[in-house]
């Protein structure tokens, strides 16, 4: 089982940044990639961003790229967005994720996600 938190999430204007951060505990040796996810009401949740674990490849939405920058911190078993010229379209709940490896006593068939943490953007 691998645990989730988000921090960070806050009501900023548009151009401004903001920084998220998510932490994971639990079978943290049972992650294989990081990402971060986004949900407004009505809509299906989206990826973000993510970065996976070993190689540090990084992968991102179209709507973000050169905006957000996903970062990682394996030691501590974190994960962080950087959201630079956020935008009111970016008004989101987002979600940390993990998805987990197969390796002997991590496979499950689902990914972990956290609580959410919401940021909204006003113009």
């Known amino acids: 089982q691998v645990y989730l938190a988000e921090f960070g999430g806050a009501s900023v204007q548009a151009g401004n940044s903001l920084r998220l951060s998510c932490a994971a505990s639990?079978?943290?040796?049972?992650?294989?990639?990081m990402a971060w996810y986004r949900q407004t009401p009505g809509e299906e949740r989206e990826l973000v961003a993510g970065?996976?674990?070993?190689?540090?490849?990084?992968y991102y939405a179209d709507s973000v790229e050169g905006r957000f920058t996903v970062s990682g911190d394996e030691a501590k078993n974190m994960v962080f967005l950087q959201m630079d010229a956020l935008k009111p379209e970016d008004t989101a709940t987002y979600y940390c994720n993990v998805r987990p490896t197969d390796s002997s006593g991590c496979y499950v068939p689902y990914d972990y996600w956290g609580q959410g943490t919401q940021v909204t953007v006003f113009s």
């Open positions: 639990g079978d943290t040796r049972c992650i294989s990639s």
């Open positions: 970065i996976i674990r070993g190689s540090g490849r990084t």
